[in-house]
């Protein structure tokens, strides 16, 4: 009896091993094929340990938490959100996206750029006077009027026109450029158009350019298909792609650490 209890306990221990380790290769997926850039990236005067890259939010708060609690953010990482937090498929989040990513923005080590979704608010639903047009469709059109709060909306429309457009970047002395869809190739950033960094759909097919680009924007499946659903490194591109399509009903939020390609996504039961 005492040996075959032992033998029991034995077997459940390697079964708890087994687990473990199959949950720890879960948590270490990586981008296929994007270089390493060493294990620290300088920005502000500090070095940080992790440069994390977020994709496109599209107002979808608990899918966007179920990823952002994985990765554990602390102090020592820098963080760059690609912009499109608004307007996704299921209404009711985006007021709380925008809340919450107001309060990060003050800190020292969050990036918030814009995307074509902010861009396309303060032109479509915000007038001269700063008050909100009638804009039915839209979710956070409709969340702001609930709230009925005239400061609210001046605060959300000053963020938004606020945000900035693009990044640059050094690391394992290379350059990385952060922007929602992308740059135009031999232009230097301070020159860039606004619809070429955060219009552009096309970009991923005619980027040539030394510096690597990261992008949300263009979901991985649009662009390669619906079974593709992780951060993309585009085949023969310096080009990393983010946004693995948060705005639909089977997409997912995820979060690249663009030093090593370590990548964490949103739990598919909290969509």
Same mark, same amino acid.
């Given at each position: 009896?005492?040996v *075959?209890? &032992?033998?029991k $306990?034995i077997?459940l =221990?390697?079964i708890c091993?087994l687990l473990l380790a199959?949950g720890c290769?879960?948590? @270490?997926? *990586?981008?296929a094929?994007w270089?390493?850039f060493?294990d620290?990236?300088?920005?502000g005067g500090?070095?940080?340990?992790?440069?994390l890259a977020?994709?496109?939010?599209?107002g979808q708060?608990s *899918?966007f +938490?179920s +990823?952002y @609690?994985?990765? %554990?953010?602390?102090?020592?990482?820098l963080?760059?959100?690609?912009?499109d937090?608004i #307007? %996704?498929y299921?209404a009711?989040e985006?007021?709380?996206?925008?809340l919450w990513?107001m @309060?990060q923005?003050?800190? #020292?080590?969050?990036i918030?750029?814009?995307?074509?979704? @902010?861009?396309?608010?303060?032109?479509d639903?915000i007038d001269?006077?700063g008050? !909100?047009?009638? &804009?039915?469709?839209?979710h956070l059109v409709?969340? !702001?009027k &609930?709230?009925?709060d005239?400061g609210?909306?001046r605060?959300?429309?000053d963020f938004?026109?606020? =945000?900035?457009f693009d990044?640059? !970047?050094q690391a394992?002395g290379?350059t990385?450029?952060?922007?929602?869809?992308g740059?135009?190739? %031999?232009?230097?950033?301070?020159q860039q158009?606004e619809?070429?960094? +955060?219009?552009d759909?096309r970009?991923?097919r005619?980027y040539?350019?030394?510096?690597?680009?990261?992008i %949300?924007?263009?979901?991985?499946? &649009? #662009?390669?298909g $619906?079974?593709?659903?992780?951060p993309?490194?585009?085949e023969?591109r310096?080009?990393? +792609?983010?946004?693995?399509n948060?705005?639909?009903?089977?997409?997912?939020s995820s979060?690249?650490n663009?030093?090593?390609g370590?990548?964490?996504q949103?739990?598919?039961d909290?969509q």
């Amino acid at each position: 009896m005492g040996v *075959r209890s &032992a033998v029991k $306990k034995i077997f459940l =221990l390697l079964i708890c091993v087994l687990l473990l380790a199959h949950g720890c290769a879960a948590q @270490e997926q *990586r981008v296929a094929g994007w270089p390493s850039f060493g294990d620290s990236v300088e920005f502000g005067g500090k070095k940080y340990s992790r440069l994390l890259a977020i994709g496109d939010i599209h107002g979808q708060f608990s *899918r966007f +938490m179920s +990823m952002y @609690e994985k990765v %554990g953010v602390n102090d020592d990482d820098l963080v760059i959100f690609l912009g499109d937090y608004i #307007e %996704g498929y299921k209404a009711g989040e985006d007021l709380k996206t925008v809340l919450w990513l107001m @309060e990060q923005s003050r800190k #020292e080590n969050f990036i918030l750029l814009s995307g074509n979704w @902010e861009r396309k608010f303060l032109q479509d639903c915000i007038d001269e006077q700063g008050n !909100l047009k009638n &804009a039915p469709k839209w979710h956070l059109v409709q969340e !702001l009027k &609930a709230a009925n709060d005239p400061g609210l909306i001046r605060k959300v429309r000053d963020f938004f026109s606020n =945000l900035k457009f693009d990044q640059e !970047l050094q690391a394992g002395g290379r350059t990385l450029v952060f922007s929602h869809a992308g740059i135009k190739d %031999g232009v230097p950033l301070d020159q860039q158009n606004e619809y070429d960094l +955060m219009f552009d759909k096309r970009f991923c097919r005619k980027y040539a350019g030394e510096s690597f680009v990261v992008i %949300g924007h263009r979901p991985v499946q &649009a #662009e390669f298909g $619906k079974k593709n659903t992780v951060p993309v490194k585009v085949e023969g591109r310096n080009i990393l +792609m983010v946004d693995t399509n948060c705005r639909r009903e089977k997409g997912f939020s995820s979060c690249v650490n663009v030093l090593t390609g370590e990548f964490w996504q949103s739990d598919t039961d909290r969509q």
